[in-house]
């Protein structure tokens, strides 16, 4: 199992990023994906979820309304869309899912917010 996270960066308060996430190595359409984020000096928080076929969602209070998560079965791959971004969203965003109790990780891309 491969997940590779790309589209972090800084941007200013109010912005919008998309991170994507690229898996491999298991079959993608078959699975719940989720993000999560850590900033630092915290622990790691859930953020959002996504079922396989696309049909349920779910979010954190914190960015319900804000972010949109959603899933490319075909090109395997799971976004996550953020807008109206804040300094407390500042952090290192992962994707993630859970494959026979295991799970599964990438290692992240960093998402900051500052003017």
């Known amino acids: 199992v491969q997940l590779v996270e790309s589209g972090g960066g800084l941007v200013q308060p109010g912005g919008s990023l998309r991170l994507s996430c690229a898996a491999s190595?298991?079959?993608?359409?078959?699975?719940?994906m989720s993000w999560y984020r850590q900033a630092p000096g915290k622990e790691r928080e859930f953020v959002a979820s996504?079922?396989?076929?696309?049909?349920?969602?779910a979010y954190a209070d914190s960015v319900k309304g804000r972010f949109t998560i959603s899933r490319d079965n075909a090109q395997n791959t799971v976004y996550l869309q953020m807008n109206s971004l804040k300094p407390e969203d500042t952090a290192v965003y992962y994707c993630?899912?859970?494959?026979?109790?295991?799970?599964?990780w990438g290692q992240g891309t960093q998402v900051t917010v500052s003017s």
């Open positions: 996504i079922s396989s076929t696309s049909g349920s969602t």
């Open positions: 190595g298991f079959t993608f359409s078959m699975f719940a």
């Open positions: 993630n899912n859970m494959i026979s109790g295991l799970r599964y």
